[in-house]
């Protein structure tokens, strides 16, 4: 990989995403990228970039820009922002009258922070709040946007970041190794792909937002 090459796809990736390589990451594009390369004959990544500059990508960018997102997360990440959601921000609302608040998620990823604050919601509402609203999850990948919408989640998945609890309350044990969100929590919940680049404006008003992709 000569350093002009990857100069070019570092300079390509944070103008179409956002996305912002180290210095040293060669090993991760070399990686991320291979099948990419494979697929479309690409023998070195030099091609490819002439290839994203020369028409404008069109589904190769889409593909690229998938292999190259990492999608990290977790149910109840951290816990203190739905802790800050409960004890400040729902009952803030409730006070200025905002009876049906909507809440973006940007960088979802496959949905676990847009289902955690529906989760903290129904929370709020069963200790005596009277809050209802809708949670609008963003992602950049549309396959990664899909998984979400299905609000379906594998047994290693569910583990991370939920109580028994909670677990037991808010999913249905669909097999030994799948579980779905409840429709109480789920229908509170949507998803649209949206880069983070591009206007909001498309997405309408929000009263809270949470963008967390780090």
Same mark, same amino acid.
């Given at each position: 990989?000569?350093?002009?090459?990857?100069?070019?796809?570092?300079?390509?990736?944070?103008?179409?995403?956002?996305?912002?390589?180290?210095?040293?990451?060669?090993?991760?594009? =070399?990686?991320?990228? =291979?099948?990419?390369?494979?697929?479309?004959?690409?023998?070195?990544?030099?091609?490819?970039?002439?290839?994203?500059?020369?028409?404008?990508?069109?589904?190769?960018?889409?593909?690229?820009?998938?292999?190259?997102?990492?999608?990290?997360?977790?149910?109840?990440?951290?816990?203190?922002?739905?802790?800050?959601?409960?004890?400040?921000?729902?009952?803030?609302?409730?006070?200025?009258?905002?009876?049906?608040?909507?809440?973006?998620? =940007?960088?979802?990823?496959?949905?676990?922070?847009?289902?955690?604050?529906?989760?903290?919601?129904?929370?709020?509402?069963?200790?005596?709040?009277?809050?209802?609203?809708?949670?609008?999850?963003?992602?950049?990948?549309?396959?990664?946007?899909?998984?979400?919408?299905?609000?379906?989640?594998?047994?290693?998945?569910?583990?991370?970041?939920?109580?028994?609890?909670?677990?037991?309350?808010?999913?249905?044990?669909?097999?030994?190794?799948?579980?779905?969100?409840?429709?109480?929590?789920?229908?509170?919940?949507?998803?649209?792909?949206?880069?983070?680049?591009?206007?909001?404006?498309?997405?309408?008003?929000?009263?809270?937002?949470?963008?967390?992709?780090?």
């Amino acid at each position: 990989m000569k350093p002009e090459h990857y100069q070019d796809f570092r300079e390509f990736l944070e103008r179409a995403c956002g996305i912002v390589l180290g210095e040293n990451k060669q090993y991760l594009v =070399a990686s991320r990228l =291979a099948p990419v390369m494979l697929e479309h004959g690409f023998h070195d990544l030099g091609e490819l970039v002439a290839q994203l500059d020369r028409f404008g990508g069109g589904n190769l960018r889409a593909q690229v820009i998938e292999a190259m997102t990492t999608n990290e997360t977790q149910f109840f990440r951290d816990n203190y922002p739905y802790a800050i959601l409960k004890e400040y921000v729902f009952p803030e609302l409730q006070k200025r009258r905002v009876y049906n608040a909507r809440v973006w998620s =940007a960088g979802c990823s496959s949905g676990q922070e847009a289902y955690s604050i529906s989760m903290s919601l129904q929370e709020y509402n069963e200790q005596g709040g009277r809050l209802d609203g809708e949670v609008l999850g963003t992602d950049i990948s549309p396959q990664i946007v899909e998984q979400a919408s299905l609000g379906r989640y594998n047994s290693s998945a569910i583990t991370r970041g939920l109580t028994d609890e909670r677990r037991v309350r808010f999913f249905r044990e669909l097999d030994p190794q799948t579980w779905e969100v409840r429709p109480e929590i789920k229908r509170r919940a949507s998803f649209r792909t949206h880069n983070l680049l591009e206007s909001f404006a498309v997405l309408g008003r929000f009263d809270v937002y949470l963008c967390r992709t780090c």
